[in-house]
C-alpha cells in the first residue's frame, strides 16, 4: 500500500527566509504524481505545486519548488522568501491520477516578522 | 465561476443519529471525492463518485454511503454516528477523461461534531 509520511509536526521561518518541508512516500507503481497542498485557517485545501514521477525536472512555481528524489522516495518543498501568508498546515500528497489522493499527517509552518 | 461548495458549514449531532453532508461541484466537473480530516491529521479518503455510481471506497465502514444526482453534486450520509466520526469532511471535483493530469479542487469543507 501507498503511504506518505512527513515527520515534521511543526516549523517556523522569520519572513523573507527559505524554509524546507520534508516528505517521504512509499510506493511500488512507477508512474505517479506527488503535491503539496497548503491548508490556512479557512481549511480549504488549495493546491501549492504538483511534481510528476516520470519527469526528472523539479517542478516550481514562484517561491516554491520541490527537490523530487524518485529513487529516495523523498519530496521536499522549499519556500523562499517567506511571507506572513505562508502560514498554514502543509500537506504533502500522492496520487496515481483519477485516483485517490493519500495524505501525509501535515506540517504546521509559522512565519515570523 | 463558483468552486466546490458544501453544507452545512459546521454541524452538530449525537451519538447514534444519522447525517446527511451536501457537496456541489466546481462547474463543469463530473467526479465528486470524499474525504475525512480528524483533528490534527491528513485528510483521510472515503469514497469517489462518478456517473451516479461509486467508484471507488477508502477504508471506510458501510455506515458511510453516497450519492451523486445527475447534476454532478452528492451527498455524504453517515448513519450510528460514533464520537470518532468528529471530523472536518472535504469534498473534492474533478473533471475524468481530459487526460493527462487531473486536479482536484477541494470545498471548504463541513464541520462535523458528534455528542
Known amino acids: 500500500a501507498q503511504t506518505v509520511t512527513q515527520s515534521q509536526p511543526e516549523m517556523s521561518v522569520q519572513e523573507a527566509e527559505t524554509v524546507t518541508l520534508s516528505c517521504t512516500y512509499d510506493?511500488?507503481?512507477?508512474?505517479?504524481?506527488l503535491f503539496w497542498y497548503k491548508q490556512p485557517p479557512s481549511r480549504q485545501m488549495i493546491l501549492v505545486i504538483r511534481q510528476e514521477a516520470y519527469k526528472q525536472q523539479n517542478a516550481t512555481e514562484n517561491r516554491f519548488s520541490v527537490n523530487f528524489q524518485k529513487a529516495a522516495k523523498s519530496f521536499s518543498l522549499k519556500i523562499s522568501d517567506s511571507q506572513l501568508g505562508d502560514a498554514a498546515m502543509y500537506f504533502c500528497?500522492?496520487?496515481?491520477?483519477?485516483?485517490?489522493?493519500?495524505f501525509g499527517t501535515g506540517t504546521r509552518l509559522q512565519v515570523f516578522p | 465561476d463558483a468552486g466546490v461548495t458544501q453544507s452545512p458549514t459546521h454541524l452538530i449531532k449525537t451519538r447514534g443519529q444519522q447525517v446527511t453532508l451536501r457537496c456541489s461541484p466546481k462547474s463543469g466537473h463530473d467526479t465528486v471525492s470524499w474525504y475525512q480530516q480528524a483533528l490534527g491529521q491528513g485528510p483521510q479518503f472515503i469514497f469517489q463518485y462518478y456517473e451516479e455510481e461509486e467508484r471507488q471506497r477508502g477504508n471506510f465502514p458501510d455506515r458511510f454511503s453516497g450519492h451523486q444526482f445527475p447534476n454532478y453534486s452528492s451527498e455524504l450520509n453517515v448513519n450510528a454516528l460514533l464520537l470518532g466520526d468528529s471530523a472536518l469532511y472535504l469534498c473534492a471535483s474533478s473533471l475524468t477523461g481530459t487526460g493527462g493530469f487531473i486536479e482536484q479542487y477541494f470545498g471548504p469543507g463541513t464541520r462535523l461534531t458528534v455528542t
Open positions: 500528497a500522492y496520487s496515481t491520477n483519477t485516483d485517490k489522493l493519500i
Open positions: 510506493t511500488s507503481e512507477s508512474d505517479y504524481y
